[in-house]
């Protein structure tokens, strides 16, 4: 007992988690009250989680501008961070919003839900703001974990067990890679901090042509491209997306991907910018491999959630444009993008909600005949979101898109950026047709089943005001994502 | 050079007791030549010169973790039933010679004692050095998987409870 050691914990700087910190509280709060509520009253989860996503928020956008570091350099919680933890909150705001209607029709209106979908989002902001791989590694595994049990909500239906174990068995061995990828990195340079990998590299330039550097890269990059949904690594995602409940899918296809799109730029800028041109021509491949796999198939798809699914792989290409660009514009056109999309996908699915029956049904092209006379309010909305996620103006897709563009231009990607637009003029098909549905067939059927919930109703808007917003007035919101990146 | 006989030895013993365990029809086999891998494992890790990354590699896998398997396969009734074990003496051979392979190798081990002719001082850590990395500089690693652990749990509690479909209560 002589020797004992005290641990002086240096550089703590709670501040620099301090968001995710407000989020698992009241997630674990929250379970602590569910204990105590009667069982099918969920309307107080729903409050509770609602006020923890705003308090969280304002906590967050306090910390714009105002960098903090902490746990020694195991965290940053920067312009970067911020600007996606803003991203994972709106899309778990938007989840929560239309999720309570939608359980209770489906016979599961049950509180775990609510805690589930804050850690989830808990474990984005530690994907997002990690310096060090074991802090990425960790928040990934925290929302993997949270995600599976999700995609499975619907225990007593066989699609969403399909879903959550398809998921869980896929996805644990894509973060073998992932870790694969980690310890040979960590074997090459002896650091898991991102900065000290990149500075060690940097002065070892005979590394960066090291089989082992190279191998760890790959691993990596596969980990973090199978949470994205990018071919060749997107097989999951279809079979998941279509058996997950629907405000779990367009939660997975929103918060999760961006998480996964801020670990991997963060660790190619800050460990691997010596081997930009390798990664680059890389990622060019498997862009318009994602882009064209994504747009060709979702064409023949008839059941529209499944065909979103489609559709979210090729968006994952789009983004990853940007990546390959690898210059500012391209960078922040990422950031600018996750969060359009957000608002496009999230509300697209919620209209999804609504006109589908319980028991997932009428989910398909013919279910939406008519709907734009019916109904012309959810028509005119989703015709806002299809509009962006065709990357038409007035809309948020074009602006996004158009900054990827621009940047993979830019960056003397020209042929890239051709693809892309062609990839967009394809996806005009499918989305498009949607619309044909909706407004040039006869109605089969009355809706009469449509109820509009002042919950859904407001997701609805505030997509719609999203969308519009950032397709009229980008500028503002691209110059904060400007001075988000590195 | 005896140290790399040792580990292509051990590597090659790892790799076939991990074929083997994936090619079995009995999950309970299959264990054992897990089992086997794992010891293998933890030999190489004391051939690089790091015995406590061996101990607890004996301890968590091959102790705790593979028990756990054990027991729920109990549990399960895996085991292809109807069917009586026959007594076959050639599924003794490979498990027999990955024993003798595992064995000889810490046999060899101990006598030459590797960590003393200096093949791996660079990994070598003690449990105090270990400890202090993990609280001072993996802190942050350390919090959030006690969190996982809770959020991990809460998923395990839902996903196993029973089927008893809470319905709304007020329509």
């Known amino acids: 007992m002589e020797n004992l050691v005290q641990i002086a914990l240096q550089n703590v700087n709670l501040?620099?988690?301090?968001?995710?910190?407000?989020?698992?509280?009241?997630?674990?709060?929250?379970?602590?009250?569910?204990?105590?509520?009667?069982?099918?009253?969920?309307?107080?989860?729903?409050?509770?989680?609602?006020?923890?996503?705003?308090?969280?928020?304002?906590?967050?956008?306090?910390?714009?501008g105002n960098p903090q570091y902490g746990f020694s350099d195991a965290v940053a919680l920067d312009n970067f961070a911020t600007f996606f933890n803003v991203t994972f909150l709106l899309a778990a705001a938007l989840t929560i919003l239309m999720s309570d209607d939608y359980l209770r029709r489906e016979g599961y209106a049950v509180n775990e839900y609510y805690p589930l979908i804050l850690f989830t989002t808990a474990g984005a902001m530690w994907m997002a703001s990690g310096t060090d791989m074991m802090t990425i590694f960790l928040g990934l595994e925290v929302m993997s974990i949270s995600l599976y049990v999700l995609a499975g909500f619907f225990r007593g239906q066989s699609a969403s067990n399909e879903a959550g174990l398809k998921y869980f068995l896929l996805g644990a061995f894509s973060t073998g890679f992932l870790l694969y990828g980690m310890a040979l990195i960590y074997g090459v340079t002896g650091s898991t901090r991102l900065t000290e990998i990149g500075a060690y590299l940097n002065s070892h330039s005979s590394l960066l042509a090291n089989p082992m550097t190279l191998a760890g890269l790959v691993l990596l990059s596969i980990g973090f491209l199978f949470k994205l949904g990018a071919a060749p690594f997107h097989m999951w995602t279809p079979d998941v997306y279509q058996g997950a409940p629907t405000p779990v899918t367009a939660f997975m296809s929103a918060g999760p991907k961006a998480a996964a799109f801020a670990a991997f730029l963060r660790t190619l800028e800050y460990c691997f910018f010596g081997l930009k041109p390798e990664w680059s021509a890389m990622l060019w491949v498997l862009a318009v491999l994602t882009m064209t796999v994504g747009n060709v198939?979702?064409?023949?798809?008839?059941?529209?959630?499944?065909?979103?699914?489609?559709?979210?792989?090729?968006?994952?290409?789009?983004?990853?444009?940007?990546?390959?660009?690898?210059?500012?514009?391209?960078?922040?056109?990422?950031?600018?993008?996750?969060?359009?999309?957000?608002?496009?996908?999230?509300?697209?699915?919620?209209?999804?909600?609504?006109?589908?029956?319980?028991?997932?049904?009428?989910?398909?092209?013919?279910?939406?005949?008519?709907?734009?006379?019916?109904?012309?309010?959810?028509?005119?909305?989703?015709?806002?979101?299809?509009?962006?996620?065709?990357?038409?103006?007035?809309?948020?897709?074009?602006?996004?898109?158009?900054?990827?563009?621009?940047?993979?231009?830019?960056?003397?990607?020209?042929?890239?950026?051709?693809?892309?637009?062609?990839?967009?003029?394809?996806?005009?098909?499918?989305?498009?047709?949607?619309?044909?549905?909706?407004?040039?067939?006869?109605?089969?059927?009355?809706?009469?089943?449509?109820?509009?919930?002042?919950?859904?109703?407001?997701?609805?808007?505030?997509?719609?005001?999203?969308?519009?917003?950032?397709?009229?007035?980008?500028?503002?919101?691209?110059?904060?994502?400007?001075?988000?990146?590195? | 050079m005896i140290a790399s006989v040792v580990f292509y030895l051990l590597a090659a013993a790892t790799l076939a007791a991990t074929l083997l365990c994936i090619t079995r029809t009995s999950p309970v086999h299959a264990v054992i030549y897990l089992v086997h891998a794992f010891f293998d494992l933890a030999l190489i890790f004391y051939l690089f010169g790091a015995p406590l990354v061996a101990a607890w590699e004996m301890i968590i896998y091959a102790g705790a973790i593979m028990v756990l398997f054990l027991f729920i396969i109990m549990m399960l009734e895996l085991a292809p039933g109807g069917k009586p074990l026959t007594v076959d003496r050639r599924r003794w051979i490979p498990v027999l010679l990955l024993s003798l392979v595992t064995l000889g190798c810490t046999v060899l081990l101990i006598v030459l004692d590797p960590a003393a002719a200096g093949s791996g001082a660079a990994f070598h850590a003690s449990p105090r050095e270990f400890g202090t990395a993990l609280f001072d500089r993996y802190a942050l690693a350390v919090q959030v998987v006690s969190f996982q652990l809770l959020f991990a749990a809460v998923g395990a509690y839902y996903v196993g409870k029973g089927e008893p479909r809470a319905r709304g209560d007020n329509p």
């Open chain 1, 15 to 64: 501040a620099a988690i301090m968001p995710s910190l407000v989020l698992v509280c009241f997630g674990m709060g929250l379970l602590l009250i569910n204990v105590f509520l009667p069982r099918g009253t969920t309307r107080p989860a729903v409050w509770i989680s609602l006020v923890g996503i705003v308090v969280t928020a304002v906590v967050t956008v306090q910390g714009w």
């Open chain 1, 297 to 486: 198939i979702a064409i023949s798809q008839t059941n529209i959630k499944r065909m979103l699914a489609y559709s979210s792989i090729s968006h994952a290409g789009y983004a990853l444009v940007g990546l390959v660009a690898a210059n500012e514009i391209g960078y922040s056109g990422v950031l600018f993008y996750m969060l359009a999309y957000t608002f496009m996908n999230i509300g697209a699915f919620a209209v999804l909600i609504l006109v589908g029956k319980q028991g997932e049904e009428n989910l398909t092209l013919e279910g939406f005949a008519g709907l734009g006379y019916k109904r012309p309010l959810l028509g005119v909305a989703m015709s806002v979101f299809l509009f962006a996620l065709m990357g038409l103006p007035p809309t948020a897709g074009f602006a996004g898109k158009f900054y990827i563009f621009a940047g993979a231009v830019k960056a003397g990607y020209i042929w890239l950026a051709i693809i892309g637009v062609l990839n967009s003029a394809v996806s005009l098909y499918y989305y498009l047709r949607v619309m044909v549905y909706m407004y040039f067939r006869d109605p089969t059927e009355d809706y009469a089943w449509i109820s509009l919930p002042v919950s859904v109703l407001a997701t609805i808007i505030l997509a719609v005001i999203g969308c519009l917003y950032l397709g009229i007035l980008p500028n503002e919101v691209m110059a904060m994502a400007k001075t988000a990146i590195f």
